[in-house]
């Protein structure tokens, strides 16, 4: 049976994050191709450094002509993430950065695969959903992302000018019976403008903010609160430390409260089953959960390149289950193709939506009208429900 009584703890990273900037850079760009082409390829990678980003990486069009054309726009999408993200310090200014394109043409003996609808690599992807929040995710890291969303907010309105895009937050939450209760530690760390400021300083204007986004009773006088433990925090961002693109795979998902497959999303077109799948794990874990067929439910698919069809479904729903396990893996193979085709139609993902996904989780999120964040959506209850 599982514990019921326990701490257990999940972190986030904000945008400005060196390799939330890399992450927001490499979906900036696949959006680009999107935006062109519906079944544009991409697989783009992004490195920054002090002044200094450089992606690289595989993409495709259908006219290579207008391929070398586009091309020359990618530098403006990377100065644009970067000044919306809002650096512009001396060592990491996103008019004087220099910049290196490394981008090239997908390789043959991949498209190959993908193009007779084919998954684009093997490999194995997890979901994951759970009754504890209205969200059907994990609280630790759910939080965690809020905090820092809520801080990126009020610093890009001028609110609170002295605080800087890279930050980190960490919330230590106690479970009572199986349910969050308790702040028990709280950790953030976010750049900031004036030397002088110390962490007290910090921490007076962070405070009222987390409390904002917190549920009642949750901070207490048990919480103890780690607000820049290590003092001044001026120098942040890839100027502070290296980024790269796909480094953040736990804060992107569940906060380490469930298995992951290794692979990253951000830069990745959804022929890229490391994202695609993923989204379709999560989405029918979040259904299975929502229609009240478990409390708690862990998804794996797996893949092997160029075969469309998944290798395995598995699902565990913790003892939880209101049927056996077994029967609601007929049902998730009956209710959704499961083919990279299949899940991309599904869930509409061959569109410009993957530039919000880059900082504060993929999951979790509020489905858009858009089509953003459509892989949240509950709307395979009922089909779920009859096909049990």
């Known amino acids: 049976m599982a514990r019921q009584n326990y701490l257990f703890t999940s972190e986030s990273v904000s945008e400005g994050h060196p390799d939330k900037v890399c992450d927001r850079i490499s979906d900036a760009i696949l959006d680009a191709f999107l935006a062109e082409e519906a079944n544009a390829r991409v697989a783009c990678e992004a490195f920054a450094t002090t002044n200094c980003v450089v992606v690289g990486g595989e993409v495709g069009l259908s006219n290579p002509d207008r391929l070398k054309t586009f091309m020359g ?13 809002g650096y512009e310090q001396e060592m990491f200014h996103w008019q004087n950065l220099s910049f290196q394109n490394l981008l090239h043409s997908q390789s043959a003996h991949i498209a190959q695969g993908v193009d007779r609808d084919g998954a684009g690599d093997q490999g194995i992807m997890f979901g994951y959903a759970i009754d504890e929040t209205t969200e059907l995710m994990p609280a630790p890291i759910l939080y965690s992302h809020a905090i820092l969303k809520r801080l990126a907010e009020v610093r890009k309105s001028g609110a609170e000018p002295t605080l800087g895009p890279d930050a980190k937050s960490q919330l230590t939450l106690r479970y009572v019976d199986g349910k969050p209760v308790e702040v028990n530690q709280l950790v953030l760390s976010t750049q900031h403008a004036d030397e002088s400021q110390t962490s007290d300083d910090i921490r007076a204007i962070v405070e009222p903010y987390i409390k904002e986004v917190l549920p009642d009773g949750w901070l207490s006088e048990n919480t103890e609160w780690h607000v820049n433990p290590t003092g001044t925090f001026v ?15 736990i804060v992107d998902t569940y906060g380490g409260a469930a298995p992951h497959g290794g692979g990253a999303f951000s830069g990745k077109d959804p022929t890229k089953v490391d994202r695609s799948a993923a989204y379709a794990a999560r989405y029918l874990a979040k259904n299975i959960v929502a229609s009240g067929l478990a409390k708690r439910c862990t998804l794996q698919l797996s893949y092997a390149i160029g075969v469309a069809k998944p290798l395995s479904i598995y699902v565990d729903t913790h003892g939880t289950g209101a049927v ?37 989780g993929h ?13 949240e959506r509950t709307d395979l209850i009922e089909a779920l429900t009859k096909a049990v």
């Open 73 to 85: 726009g990618i530098e403006d999408i990377v100065r644009d993430c970067v000044r919306d993200i």
């Open 235 to 249: 120098i942040g961002g890839p100027d502070g430390d290296a980024g790269l693109t796909g480094r953040k795979i």
């Open 324 to 360: 056996h396990d077994m029967q609601i893996e007929k049902a998730v193979d009956a209710c959704m193709d499961l083919t990279p085709r299949g899940i991309r139609e599904h869930l509409d993902l061959c569109r410009p939506i993957y530039s919000r996904t880059a900082a504060y």
């Open 363 to 375: 999951f979790g999120r509020a489905p858009e009208a858009d089509g953003g964040f459509s892989w």
